[in-house]
């Protein structure tokens, strides 16, 4: 049982690629150190190491929504970053008096174009 049963959550290693390397039957579990917080069950993944980014596409607001400092861990600070050229195109309509503003930060993607949630 997941907190999420109706996402398909299939991520994709930004340190390196399952097809390069050996995979195993994994789970992956999520921040509130909840025993049914498992994000994926039984899904074939490559060994993590500690500094591995993996990026989960379209998790939204449940990525970090949920996470409640619950059983000892702390709060995860999550920083947003977007691709050179949505920057370009949003950074003059932003408001520099904004408590957010000295919150966002720039970063190419990886060459993927996508919007990066990173916990």
Known sequence: MTLFE???RIPESLSRKAENCEVYASNVYGPTGAGVDI???N???PEARIGD????DNMGAYSSLV???FNG???LKTGFYIAQ??????ADKLDPKSPLFGQYQQLET??????LDFV
Request: aromatic share 22%.
């Open 43 to 45: 899904i074939m993944l």
């Open 6 to 8: 109706e996402f398909e």
């Open 85 to 90: 050229d949505i920057w370009n195109d949003i």
């Open 39 to 41: 994000v994926l069950n």
């Open 67 to 69: 996470s409640i400092g």
């Open 53 to 56: 980014w993996w990026f989960f």
């Open 73 to 75: 861990y702390m709060v």
């Open 110 to 115: 990886i060459g993927t174009g996508k919007t």
